[in-house]
């Protein structure tokens, strides 16, 4: 059972190119998260959403909660921006554990 | 600006061995976690823990794995006997409550991992 489901799993975009990826969850929620984790392993925290849209730099997240649907959109990509992107959720009333989605890989080509 | 911090990075080790991964999370979160991600698959939750017990564990959680705050700034996620299956990257995660009341949300700060490799 997958309580997070992500959209597409591999992307291959061109420097420049306008990015969407897809998360779709089947729970309830406090707020999703967008995590980036580069090849090296690392997780870090890009966005924390309840609601609406967030902005930071070329990246915007948005959620539609009625909907439990939730997208990030990198702009003017570039090939930094390679990594792979996880959508998580978080549970209401406990927040103790995350549910994670299985991951988008990104390759921006120069 | 306060962070999650791990060690070793890179632990390999024999089958068999017993394991002991390091975090030290941010010194004023009172929730920590561990997960662990096996290559190509996706993060899993391992275990949370508060108030020097655990509060939550998944069923990967099992007699193999202890986890304890030895002197309240370390937390230790440790592998008693390890398995081939073992061998995943390790995080280790400590939370703040963002917000007031029933409009906080949970925010989660991760460490950058630690990579097991049971041979």
């Known amino acids: 059972k997958n309580e997070v489901e992500q959209s597409p799993q591999n992307l291959t975009a061109q420097e420049g190119e306008f990015i969407t990826i897809n998360c779709s969850y089947s729970v309830g929620i406090s707020a999703l998260h967008w995590l980036q984790q580069h090849p090296g392993g690392g997780i870090v925290s890009l966005f924390m959403?309840?609601?609406g849209k967030k902005k930071h730099g070329r990246l915007i997240a948005t959620i539609n909660i009625q909907e439990k649907h939730s997208s990030l959109h990198i702009t003017a990509s570039h090939p930094r921006d390679s990594a792979v992107y996880i959508c998580?959720?978080?549970?209401?009333?406990?927040?103790?554990?995350?549910?994670f989605g299985t991951g988008t890989s990104l390759t921006v080509i120069p | 600006e306060p962070e999650v911090t791990q060690t070793p990075s890179h632990q390999v080790t024999q089958m068999g061995q017993e394991v002991i991964l390091r975090c030290v999370p941010i010194s004023n979160h009172l929730y920590f976690y561990w997960y662990r991600q096996i290559l190509g698959q996706k993060v899993e939750f391992l275990v949370s823990?508060?108030?020097?017990?655990?509060?939550?564990k998944s069923e990967i959680f099992d007699d193999q794995f202890s986890v304890e705050r030895p002197d309240g700034s370390n937390f230790t996620l440790k592998i008693r006997s390890t398995k081939l299956e073992d061998s995943a990257m390790y995080f280790c995660a400590s939370r703040a409550r963002i917000g007031l009341g029933l409009a906080g949300v949970n925010e989660q700060f991760f460490g950058p991992g630690t990579r097991l490799t049971v041979l």
């Open positions: 959403l309840s609601s």
């Open positions: 998580a959720v978080s549970p209401p009333n406990t927040g103790n554990q995350f549910y």
């Open positions: 823990f508060y108030n020097n017990e655990i509060s939550e």
